[in-house]
């Protein structure tokens, strides 16, 4: 039998159906902390950030961790590759609530729906609203994967050009031109809406830089929904001070939860979003999706797993 430990919770309903698809796993609901679960699990189903190398010295049978979000760069990688583990993620269901949460922020601000609230929160009847249009905008999407591509199509749905930008170039879904990661400064000028959907790897560290937001338009939008250490936060907030860029909303940062004192919060042009960007209700039913798949994979000995990661490129 196979022992499987899920280290968050889950509804009633979505354990009942794993119950019944899978009678030969026997399926543990606890923590990483559950130290008996821990020795016994084959395999961990977890958010990623409670697994340490405390928690895989414990883990004496684990043979695969399935991590319910995308991102790694917390994780002990050396050591879980280390110990030969096998480790999927659930890359992809994160686009349609990410791409609305960032269709949402543009269309807020080009129609000015921050002043709007703020008027009708002042009791103030005015039409100097300052709206303008997405409709024949540029915009600038970094990392043009999954979610990327997918916000890449609903812009383009609204008349906006999209230009793809990665590591090699190569061409991407919904995007209009593609560049590489070396070509940024030459289109940064060019560009009203830059969008960062990039993981945290060793190129995208401190990817973009103060001379970045420099050579970008002042009446620029900057979307990060994809990793806090995209840039250091001091050059962004020079950047800002300054008014380099019009907007910076901001769904991910350097250390999380934001300080209470951080100048984010009160920044003019800076949206704060709690790295919330990705939440809904249908997130853990499409986790398990992709689990179950690879769960049969795993009972049947198959080979067609979803979301295998290479653990030396961390990703």
Not at 134 to 141: E, K
Not at 196 to 201: D, I, M, Y
Not at 240 to 263: C, G, K, M, T, W
């Amino acid at each position: 039998m196979t022992n499987v430990l899920f280290t968050f919770p889950v509804k009633e309903y979505l354990i009942e159906e794993l119950q019944t698809e899978f009678p030969e796993v026997k399926f543990t609901f606890s923590s990483s902390k559950d130290q008996d679960a821990l020795k016994s699990a084959e395999v961990i189903v977890t958010y990623g950030e409670d697994i340490s190398v405390a928690t895989l010295d414990q883990a004496l049978a684990l043979k695969w961790l399935m991590i319910a979000s995308a991102g790694l760069e917390k994780m002990p990688l050396s050591e879980i590759l280390k110990r030969n583990i096998f480790v999927t993620n659930v890359k992809g269901i994160h686009k349609t609530p990410m791409t609305e949460s960032v269709m949402a922020h543009l269309l807020a601000i080009k129609r000015a729906l921050p002043w709007m609230y703020k008027q009708q929160e002042n009791s103030e009847w005015s039409k100097r609203s300052g709206s303008t249009e997405l409709f024949g905008s540029t915009a600038l999407i970094i990392g043009p994967g999954a979610i990327g591509s997918e916000i890449g199509r609903l812009l383009q749905a609204f008349g906006v050009t999209t230009i793809g930008c990665n590591r090699s170039g190569k061409n991407a879904a919904n995007m209009n031109s593609m560049i590489t990661f070396d070509q940024l400064s030459d289109v940064l000028p060019k560009v009203d809406i830059v969008i960062s959907v990039l993981p945290s790897t060793p190129e995208t560290i401190g990817l973009l830089t103060y001379d970045h937001f420099v050579l970008m338009k002042e009446d620029a939008i900057f979307m990060n929904f994809g990793r806090g250490d995209l840039i250091k936060e001091e050059q962004l907030i020079q950047a800002i001070q300054e008014r380099q860029i019009s907007y910076a909303v901001l769904d991910v940062f350097e250390n999380e939860p934001l300080d209470e004192n951080h100048p984010f919060w009160k920044m003019e042009g800076v949206i704060v979003s709690p790295h919330v960007s990705s939440h809904s209700s249908e997130y853990v039913p499409r986790a398990l999706k992709i689990f179950r798949h690879n769960l049969h994979e795993w009972i049947e000995a198959g080979t067609n797993f979803q979301n295998v990661i290479d653990l030396e490129k961390g990703y």
